[in-house]
């Protein structure tokens, strides 16, 4: 099968003149990957594998197929998967096509895990699309969950609605120099915000999980306090209560971990304080957030992936 044959005709004409993300390259993905991203019409995909290491409702006790996309929308100077996210350093563009995609999918799958998630998917909407429709078509139905961060534009999550289970968004700032500074991204606080309004709009507050604790639909909003930065993330929790509700499910993480990259940026350079991430978890509770989950101050070291092994976090 050509590759443009696997795409319904609108997702074919979007990455012929790509408007996936905000970026709005206008490129023919067909072409290559010209654009922001650097990514191509193909799966993109860099690796699959099972991942225990997220919050406990995600990846529930054995662990969820997770599917890691090569190249991002957003360039974080301090991000903690760049070996896959920054086309210079990927280590796998291993080109895989869907049936092989879907033969190792299922094959994990076949081990009893029930959930399957898309990590740094806003630039590969359509192949997002494209999987979950494949597995659906071998009738197999996992839990799908879609692992942004939030650089997404609302008509693309509209035109996911009824193929994704679980939103798990990153929140990373609500103010523009430090989405200029960070991610080179000053709209980056007013995309994110209307794209976790649009996945509140199609999940609402609840968080459903079945019988064994694990996510079955609904919505987690992930926020990563960084070193030096305790009063950005206090208000970007102001903003969630505000602007959507102190009843979202949250997920408040301290694993951030200096990469060299950001060896020479002031804050960035070290592991977080205990006292600054306190400060946060206080004002957390200052708001009323009463659902969700606090990451302990030691967890950092269980994150840090190797995406040149087969099984990156273990
Ligand atoms: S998905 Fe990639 S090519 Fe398309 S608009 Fe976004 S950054 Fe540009």
Redesign the pocket.
Known sequence: MKQADIYEHADRSILEN??????????N?FDG???????NAGLNIASICIHRGEEPVISGKDGICNIFFA?C?LNCIYCQNQEISQRSLLVDDSGMDLNTVLDKISEILSRGITAVGFVSP???APQVKVIIKGLNSRGLRPVTVYNTNSYDKAETLRSLSGLIDVYLPDYKYVTPELGLKFSDAPDYPDVALKAIKEMYYQKGSTLRTDEKGSAENGMLIRHLVLPGHADESKKVLLSIAEELSPGVHLSLMSQYHPTPRVMNVSDLNRSLYREEYESVVEFMNSLGFRNGWVQDMDSYQNYRPDFRREHPFE
């Not at 790509?18 to 490129?27: L, S």
């Not at 990957?33 to 990514?39: L, P, S």
């Open positions: 790509c408007t996936i993300c905000p970026r709005e390259c206008m490129v993905r990957g010209e654009g922001y991203c650097g990514m190249g929308n806003s630039h590969v």
